[in-house]
């Protein structure tokens, strides 16, 4: 398959609405990773994205929506079932890095949702990510278009990497402000709970909804049964609510090795593997953030791709500090890091 180059012309974004509609499947910058999207009520064409990633068709996908007035049909029993702390949510969020997940309307394939009676629904503020929506004129799944297992892509060169001849086109936008991916809220439960942290806080979410908001218990424990996305087969007992997270994520090609300590300690780590690392021949890259933690959430995951472009064998990382969105970017470090951590 050859897959189309867009840019961000009317002309193009026209295009690429079509080609939805047809069936296709469009990578699209938003503010937080690309998506790679396919019209949400097409079971087929949904199918297809699972087959592109090679992705577990257990994990879930992200329906977008261009217009807050979109939600209420992609939810069992419409606007009964969106509750006043949903709305007060949206409110404030929308459009933004937010997916909030509710019952699912009928409509809504058991393809795009997993399986789940559950539907997470989000609304970008990316200006491109919104014309593309509104070009297709209809919901768009999507998840993030990289091949599972991989970083997530920020930048339409990522995307390319991994998806090219595989889908049939790419919005060539601008790299990823935010970095990671939406903050997943389950408003299905009597407490609302974070599935996956993101750029919006447990803090921020307290903040607006003047009570507390949980944070899924598998976010506080290491999981051991890491499958790996390739073979489809995850760990019966490891059966998080946020099925995405049972597998093996964020992982480039190199080794990568988190780092605790202070500015000290961190160096001392690094020189003794980096030494130990040249008596093998292997090449060590060393990420150090500081405390620029929204940078290193705008930056992981380009870095990791641009040291395995690079053929770096290991990349050591500094951890942040697991606070306010410290901890959200910590899950991907700890991710990709397969939970190695010295
Ligand atoms: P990705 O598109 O790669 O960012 O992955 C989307 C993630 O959103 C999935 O891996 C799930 O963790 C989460 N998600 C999507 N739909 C649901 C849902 N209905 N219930 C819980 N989590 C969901
Ligand atoms: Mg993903």
């Known amino acids: 398959m050859k897959t189309l180059r867009l840019t961000t012309s009317e002309e193009d974004i026209r295009k690429a609405g079509e080609l939805i509609v047809c069936g296709g499947l469009i990578a699209f910058?938003?503010?937080?990773?690309?998506?790679?999207?396919?019209?949400?009520l097409d079971q087929e064409a949904v199918r297809s994205v699972y087959e592109a990633k090679g992705r577990p068709s257990d994990n879930p996908m992200i329906v977008h929506i261009a217009d807050a007035m979109d939600l209420e049909p992609?939810?069992?029993?419409?606007?009964?079932?969106?509750?006043?702390d949903a709305l007060k949510l949206i409110?404030?969020?929308?459009?933004?890095?937010?997916?909030?997940?509710?019952?699912?309307?009928?409509?809504?394939?058991?393809?795009?949702?997993?399986?789940?009676?559950?539907?997470?629904?989000?609304?970008p503020s990316n200006e491109t990510a919104?014309?593309?929506?509104?070009?297709?004129?209809?919901?768009?799944?999507?998840?993030?278009?990289?091949?599972?297992?991989?970083?997530?892509p920020t930048t339409a060169a990522d995307v390319l990497e991994d998806m090219d001849g595989r889908i049939d086109g790419v919005i060539m936008g601008e790299q990823c402000d935010v970095g990671i991916e939406s903050?997943?809220?389950?408003?299905?439960?009597?407490?609302?709970?974070?599935?996956?942290?993101?750029l919006i806080t447990r803090?921020?979410?307290?903040?607006?909804?003047?009570?507390?908001?949980?944070?899924?218990?598998?976010?506080?424990?290491?999981?051991d049964h890491l499958a790996d996305p390739g073979d489809g087969v995850a760990d019966e007992e490891f059966a998080p609510k946020s099925p995405g997270m049972k597998y093996v994520h964020y992982?480039?090609?190199?080794?990568?090795?988190?780092?605790?300590?202070?500015?000290?300690?961190?160096?001392?780590?690094?020189?003794?593997?980096g030494l130990e690392a040249r008596k093998?021949?292997?090449?060590?890259?060393v990420i150090d953030y500081g405390d620029d933690v929204r940078g290193a959430a705008h930056r992981l995951f380009a870095d990791l791709r641009e040291f395995d472009r690079q053929g770096y064998d290991i990349i050591l990382i500094r951890t942040l500090e697991e606070s306010g969105l410290g901890f959200s970017v910590m899950n991907r470090m700890l991710k990709s890091a397969g939970y190695d951590v010295k």
């Open 251 to 273: 992982s480039p090609d190199a080794k990568v090795t988190l780092l605790e300590g202070n500015d000290y300690e961190f160096r001392v780590k690094a020189t003794a593997i």
């Open 183 to 198: 903050t997943v809220l389950d408003m299905t439960g009597e407490v609302p709970t974070i599935l996956r942290p993101g």
């Open 280 to 285: 093998h021949g292997q090449r060590v890259a």
């Open 91 to 123: 409110g404030t969020f929308w459009p933004g890095p937010l997916t909030l997940v509710f019952p699912k309307a009928e409509s809504v394939p058991d393809a795009t949702t997993g399986g789940l009676d559950t539907v997470a629904i989000r609304m």
């Open 74 to 84: 992609l939810v069992r029993n419409g606007r009964a079932s969106i509750s006043e």
């Open 29 to 40: 910058p938003t503010e937080t990773v690309y998506g790679l999207g396919a019209d949400a």
């Open 203 to 223: 803090e921020w979410l307290e903040a607006v909804l003047g009570k507390e908001v949980a944070l899924d218990k598998h976010l506080l424990e290491e999981p």
């Open 130 to 152: 919104q014309r593309f929506i509104r070009a297709a004129g209809r919901p768009i799944a999507a998840p993030s278009a990289n091949l599972s297992g991989k970083p997530s």
